[in-house]
Every structure is written in C-alpha cells, then in structure tokens.
C-alpha cells in the first residue's frame, strides 16, 4: 500500500502560482511513477503531468504545457506540482497518483494506470 496525502491548494487570484506538494508513504516510492490529474464539477479527471520513477521521463498535458512543472525528490518521497500563470478554469481539485513500474523511466498516461490515489487539494482561482 501507498498513502499519498496532498498539500498546497488554496485561494489564488489569476496570474498568480501555487506549489502542490504529495508526500507518499508505505512501500517505496522510487518504484513509482507519479502523476497530477485535476477535476472540475461536471467534468472527468484530467491528468495534468506524469514523471518517471528516475527523473528522465515527464508529460504535460497541453492544457499546462509552459505554465506547470512536475518535481520529485525520491529522498523525501514527495511529488510537486509547481504552477504558475493560473487561470480561472485551473480551478478544480487537483490530485496526485502513484502506478508501480518496474521500468525506470515509465510513465502512464490513463487514470486506470494508476494504483494509488490522494484524498486531493481544492485549487480555486478568481478572476
């Protein structure tokens, strides 16, 4: 099993950033790939960014691609989630997930891929 618990969502005004964090715990981090996906009302979860278990292997949706930024450090077993230039349509809960790989450099690309989920962080923007 692995615990993922997010922190950093809040109230921002547009144009403005915030810092998502995911601090994981349970069975070793290193083995996961790990992603961001959000959810607005009224519409499916979108995964935002994935990385690889060793750094070398990022996606960005195109929606973020630019303004968002996917960190890991595998030392604290923490997934960030740097965004910058916010919009009102960021407003959503956003989420981070875990899918075991056993392949260094994998990601995942649908939601199904992933095993472990956060309980999420309410992320609004105002115009």
């Known amino acids: 099993q692995v615990q993922l618990v997010e922190s950093g969502g809040g109230l921002v005004q547009a144009g403005g950033s915030l810092r998502l964090s995911c601090a994981a715990s349970?069975?070793?981090?290193?083995?996961?790939?790990m992603a961001w996906f959000r959810q607005a009302p009224g519409k499916e979860r979108e995964l935002l960014a994935s990385?690889?278990?060793?750094?070398?292997?990022?996606y960005y949706a195109d929606s973020v691609k630019g303004r968002f930024t996917i960190s890991r450090d595998n030392a604290k077993n923490t997934v960030y989630l740097r965004m910058n230039s916010l919009k009102p349509e960021d407003t959503a809960v956003y989420y981070c997930?875990?899918?075991?790989?056993?392949?260094?450099?994998?990601?995942?690309?649908?939601?199904?891929?992933?095993?472990?989920w956060g309980q999420g962080t309410q992320v609004t923007v105002s115009s």
């Open positions: 990385i690889s278990w060793n750094i070398f292997s990022t």
């Open positions: 349970g069975r070793t981090f290193s083995y996961y790939a």
């Open positions: 997930a875990a899918g075991y790989t056993p392949y260094p450099a994998g990601i995942y690309y649908g939601a199904n891929e992933y095993d472990y």
